[in-house]
């Protein structure tokens, strides 16, 4: 067996080189990844018993046994004069592995993200479903942390999140944050979001709306006065919209699409591009409902929302992937081969640019 490597030195790396992971995979040295690439450390091949020796030495007894009995394990962890990380460990060819991602302990503004300015006047709301999307490490997580971070400097509200596991921690400031983890604080989202009702929410967090009953207690909370926020794998809005349409039966779809239309406020669909001289940059996709988008969802149109978001955008303030896709190649953040690669519309995208001969 190779002499186990000091797994708390490994987890410094990923900040000395500022890298997002650390994958731990047998027959593998160590692997970190800068700008959305993998990178081999100079580090001997790890093999199963060395990273099991490592991979145990954070845990308590209690992930130790979830972890056998399930072969999985999603967990949070701060490491004293480190930083604090979201971990993965999972098994592959009878050995184990482990994956980690760096959590900020900071928590970003959204002028740090340069988010759309739009963003400010939507997490105003009282009431209403609010969704970022994307593929997984397209910054969902850090971009729903500062719409929290923005409520919680300047409302006075009870904000529940419900993640697995609880990524940022907020600081209560102006809101009282009652973050729980599913696993250790609660069974599931759909049961978590079942009592929420019960615990005085003004706003809940879905760390991801995975099934049907947590996406219809969503829905449920976004009709009855609550601002909602959740997370999807989809990438752009009409996606968005069908996924959550098609999770329910053919009966159920109508009255979804009505609980849909009338609560669905925003969704925000994006991706982090490598860019050009280093470093990565998100590229959203922003839609706002409006009367005539929450008509398309309500009449199962929904392959007609996109063409609604391209139309009067200095007064909605939406955006298309596309056009924010060519802004930062005429602006020279990313290569126009970056862009086509991303490209939820491809053949649009390559059009445009060849118009503008870029």
Do not use: W
Request: a negative charge; proline letters at 4%; charged letters at 25%.
């Amino acid at each position: 067996m190779a002499q186990a490597l000091d797994i708390r030195k490994l987890l410094k790396s990923v900040i000395a080189y500022k890298a997002s992971d650390l994958h731990l995979v047998s027959r593998s040295e160590p692997q970190i990844r800068i700008d959305g690439r993998l990178v081999a450390l100079n580090l001997p091949i790890l093999d199963g018993n060395t990273i099991e020796e490592m991979a145990y030495s954070l845990l308590t007894e209690k992930q130790k046994k979830e972890l056998e009995e399930h072969d999985e394990l999603d967990f949070a962890i701060v490491l004293p004069d480190i930083g604090r990380f979201r971990a993965n460990y999972y098994k592959t060819l009878d050995d184990l592995a482990c994956a980690f991602r760096i959590i900020p302990i900071e928590i970003p503004t959204l002028d740090d993200l340069n988010a759309n300015k739009d963003f400010k006047q939507i997490i105003k709301r009282e009431k209403g479903l609010i969704l970022v999307t994307g593929p997984t490490g397209s910054g969902k997580s850090t971009t729903l942390a500062a719409l929290l971070n923005e409520i919680n400097e300047n409302e006075n509200r009870h904000i529940i999140t419900v993640e697995d596991p609880v990524e940022f921690v907020h600081t209560n400031k102006k809101s009282l944050f009652s973050q729980r983890n599913v696993g250790s604080d609660t069974k599931s989202f759909s049961i978590a979001l079942k009592y929420a009702m019960r615990q005085d929410p003004d706003v809940i967090l879905i760390g991801e709306m995975r099934d049907q009953e947590t996406i219809g207690a969503a829905l449920t909370a976004a009709e009855t006065g609550h601002l909602v926020f959740g997370t999807l794998h989809t990438n752009s809005a009409p996606q968005t919209i069908n996924r959550i349409i098609d999770v329910f039966t053919g009966d159920e779809q109508p009255q979804v699409r009505a609980q849909l239309s009338t609560s669905l406020v925003a969704v925000i669909s994006q991706a982090l591009l490598p860019k050009i001289g280093g470093g990565r940059i998100a590229a959203q996709e922003y839609m706002i409902t409006n009367p005539a988008i929450a008509n398309l969802i309500r009449e199962d149109k929904v392959h007609q929302v996109y063409s609604q978001m391209q139309l009067n955008q200095s007064e909605t303030g939406m955006v298309t992937q596309t056009q924010q896709l060519t802004e930062y190649v005429q602006k020279r953040l990313i290569t126009r081969k970056t862009a086509v690669s991303y490209a939820n519309r491809p053949e649009e995208l390559e059009r445009i640019l060849d118009s503008a001969n870029l």
